[in-house]
């Protein structure tokens, strides 16, 4: 069935499948069932939530790339301009970076573009409170807030806007090739970036392999790096990656023993 093979689709088939089993009393219900346990487990979000989102930088995104997410030139990484930075309540001490939300302008027609797609970005970067305003305090906690690019800004509303209200759902991140292991550090210090994750997205837990040790967690450091303190250089290395969905992924052998410091490693397996 092609709504299992498309995960980026899983959700408007859950809803026709959903309006089968209620107009025809001969589908099984379970079935439907099956169908929204594999959509949710993709980590489409089928309620829409309520935010408000502005934008950052200009139409370049030079001021959009590094950030607090530990990626660098996100054209060279595959994120390009679709991103956004989160509020706190979304951005989960860096642990949401890599997940793609899915996102509307709503209830303002004077700045909402009209007709305008939702747009799909991946979180990138985090957009931090400021305790001395009292006024536009869109970041601050509790308040759930998206700090787009602005080409992703201006694509669902004019920018004169400055802030607008939006709707937003979590959404499967489709990416090209595989997941991508970037190496830094020192020789008692491994510091790994895990990039260009698809599926959920977001990377929750990464183990590490030696190709003289077992399997070894590594630590959450900041954003979507992940250290062990661990001295494995000359050693092929391995890992196995968990994003928020529960999904884990191996890549073994992903790292050829004669790896340095500084470099990305591909693999050919992705979420």
Not at 24 to 32: E, K, N, R, Y
Not at 168 to 178: D, H, L, N, S
Not at 180 to 199: D, K, Q, S, T
Request: proline share 4%.
């Amino acid at each position: 069935m092609h709504c299992l093979l498309k995960p980026t689709i899983s959700f408007f088939c859950g809803v026709f499948i959903l309006n089968m089993v209620m107009s025809h009393s001969l589908v099984p219900l379970f079935f439907f069932m099956m169908l929204l346990v594999q959509t949710m487990s993709r980590g489409t979000g089928i309620t829409w939530h309520d935010a408000r989102a502005t934008f950052y930088g200009d139409a370049s995104g030079a001021e959009t790339m590094q950030g607090a997410c530990g990626y660098g030139d996100l054209f060279q990484q595959g994120y390009g301009l679709a991103t956004t930075a989160l509020s706190t309540a979304l951005f989960n001490n860096g642990l949401t970076c890599g997940a793609c939300f899915q996102i509307k302008c709503v209830n303002d027609p004077q700045w909402c573009i009209k007709r305008a797609k939702p747009i799909i970005v991946t979180a990138t970067n985090y957009c931090p409170p400021n305790y001395t305003k009292t006024v536009d305090i869109w970041c601050n906690p509790p308040q759930k807030h998206f700090d787009l690019s602005y080409k992703m800004f201006t694509s669902i509303a004019y920018y004169k806007a400055g802030v607008i209200p939006v709707k937003y759902r979590r959404v499967p991140c489709v990416k090209r090739g595989g997941v991508r292991f970037e190496l830094n550090g020192n020789p008692y210090f491994l510091l790994v970036l895990v990039y260009n994750v698809a599926g959920a997205g977001d990377v929750t837990h990464v183990s590490i392999r030696g190709s003289k040790t077992g399997w070894i967690n590594m630590s959450h450091n900041w954003g979507q790096n992940w250290d062990v303190n661990m001295n494995l250089v000359g050693q092929g290395l391995s890992f196995r990656v968990t994003t928020s969905n529960g999904v884990s992924l191996g890549f073994h052998g992903v790292v050829p023993s004669n790896w340095k410091f500084g470099q990305t490693y591909k693999s050919t397996r992705n979420f």
